[in-house]
């Protein structure tokens, strides 16, 4: 990517970090926007002192002012776990809607380019599998998850209107499960909580019988996809995710091996309209960015989970 000055809202959770560090990586200055509700300035804490790097503590749903030219903006602020935006329904309602309209007005302002970062959630519990962009989605409105589904879904749509009434240059990506070093240990989704299990010698909690699928994209595959859609003339949607899907119980085992655990798997009540797969198609991602994952699940996985067993060893207690 050309050096380029580049907003990135939620720039302080999981993805965000990764993408500020990256962008910086490659010539970039970066302005990262948070109010910390569920991220934190630790995660850019080792950013902090570089002169290409910014942190600004603000609430997108408020006064939102940038000084300066920027030429990106990556829209990534919304709590992203179902345990954070069940937490937090009508704050994640906000800045999917009011956030969203803020961050679009100041792309427009300073005529950057937009991304959403938009999610497989917007699909639902599908009935199509594999997911293509093309599918509408199988969404209940007054679910308990529809507080992030619904909020994404008038996010496209806000979005998409940007684009054809202000001529804002705009572009969707549609992220699947995607996991990695900086996830909380107590986020409540599957991944850190399997690991954090595994790790502590408790019983791995796996929800219903642990049939129900996922497909599971390593950190640095997701940055790839969403910097290369960034820096691509393309608006999508486009799913950008892992396909190769995995069972919930499989996972959990997968995760217990690699740990060297022997925790037992326990089963636990399945969430309310907890879909029952999830697999993207790439091939759009493939055709239109030449993007598609590179990381295999057993290679991500070890890199999580070495990161995680050193987070937990520094703590030395359950982090939150
Ligand atoms: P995260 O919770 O770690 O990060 C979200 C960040 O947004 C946090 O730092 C939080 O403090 C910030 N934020 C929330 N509300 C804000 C507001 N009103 N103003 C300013 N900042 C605010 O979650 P994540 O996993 O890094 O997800 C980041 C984005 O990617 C989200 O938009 C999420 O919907 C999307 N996404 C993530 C995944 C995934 O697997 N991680 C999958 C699909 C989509």
């Known amino acids: ?182 996830m909380r240990p107590h986020d409540g989704r599957a991944i850190p909580t399997f690991i954090r299990q595994a790790i502590n010698g408790e019983p791995i909690t796996v929800t219903g019988d642990g049939s129900q699928t996922r497909s599971i994209c390593y950190v640095d595959d997701t940055v790839d996809g969403v910097l290369t859609l960034a820096a691509s003339g393309f608006e999508g949607p486009v799913n950008i995710g892992n396909p190769s899907e995995l069972t919930m119980v499989r996972l959990a085992t997968i995760i217990r091996d690699l740990a060297g655990s022997s925790s037992p798997i326990a089963f636990v009540d399945r969430p309310v309209d907890d879909p029952a797969v999830r697999r993207p198609d790439t091939s759009l991602a493939y055709t239109r960015l030449g993007w598609r994952p590179e990381i295999d699940v057993t290679t991500g996985l070890r890199r999580t989970i070495s990161w995680f067993e050193r987070e937990l060893l520094a703590t030395d207690r359950p982090a939150s």
Request: include cysteine; glycine fraction near 8%; charge should be positive.
């Open 1 to 182: 990517m050309k050096a380029q000055r580049v907003v990135v809202t939620g720039g302080a959770g999981f993805l965000g970090s990764h993408l500020c560090e990256r962008l910086l990586a490659e010539g970039a200055s970066v302005i990262c926007m948070d109010n910390f509700l569920t991220g934190s300035p630790a995660n850019v804490e080792h950013l902090m002192g570089r002169p290409r790097f910014r942190l600004i503590e603000c609430d997108l749903t408020g006064f939102v002012h940038v000084p300066g030219q920027v030429d990106l903006v990556l829209h990534f602020a919304s709590a992203a776990s179902p345990t954070d935006y069940l937490r937090h329904p009508i704050a994640t309602l906000k800045v999917g809607s009011i956030g969203t309209l803020h961050a679009l007005g100041l792309a427009r302002e300073k005529r950057a380019r937009f991304l959403l970062a938009s999610t497989s959630e917007v699909y639902g519990d599908p009935l199509e599998h594999p997911q293509r962009e093309t599918y509408w989605g199988n969404v209940n409105p007054v679910g308990p998850r529809s507080v992030y589904d619904e909020a994404k879904r008038f996010a496209e749509s806000l979005t998409t209107a940007y684009r054809n009434s202000h001529r804002v240059d705009t572009a969707i990506v549609r992220i699947f499960n995607t996991y990695g070093p900086r």
